[in-house]
Each structure stands twice: as structure tokens, then as C-alpha cells.
């Protein structure tokens, strides 16, 4: 549902970068999942996840990480299960 782009990330993994809430909240809406399973949304090689991406964005994430986190867009969901 969404393939990535470079070096793994996804559109959900630019969305809350930007933290840009209403991008993903409208990913969420066409089906991408918030974090893990066969979405695309898992972490990337090297573990950041769309809610580590928001995160890291700071206060310009908050927007896009209070809606990862609403929705099940927890970063140790997908870290453990990939490492």
C-alpha cells in the first residue's frame, strides 16, 4: 500500500517528518497502518520508524506524533520486531 521511496522510507515516514498531522491521518484513512505489518510503515534499515521520524522532527513533529500515537503508531512496536 505504500512502497518506499529512498532508502526504505515511506510517505507515512515524510508525513511525520514534516509532521504534517493531516497527511497522515489521511494515509490512515486509505489503509496505510500507523506502524508495522506488510504496510510499508515499518522501520526502515536503520530502525526509524514514522513515529521516530516525528519525533525527531520536535516541535514541528508534535502535530503528526500525537496522531501516530492515537492510533498505534508505537516505536517499539515495530523496533522489536524487526531487531
Not at 505504500?2 to 490512515?28: E, F, I, Q, S
Not at 504496510?39 to 500525537?66: Q, R
Amino acid at each position: 500500500m505504500c512502497k518506499p521511496l529512498v532508502n526504505g522510507y515511506t510517505l507515512m515516514h515524510v508525513a511525520a517528518a514534516l509532521g504534517r498531522a493531516d497527511a497522515v491521518r489521511w494515509l490512515l484513512e486509505v489503509g496505510v497502518a500507523a506502524a508495522g505489518g506488510s504496510s510499508g510503515n515499518e522501520a526502515v534499515p536503520g530502525g526509524m520508524t514514522p513515529l521516530h521520524c516525528a519525533a525527531a522532527a520536535g516541535a514541528a513533529g508534535v502535530p503528526a506524533t500525537e496522531v501516530l500515537l492515537r492510533t498505534g503508531g508505537w516505536a517499539w512496536q515495530t523496533s522489536l520486531a524487526t531487531s
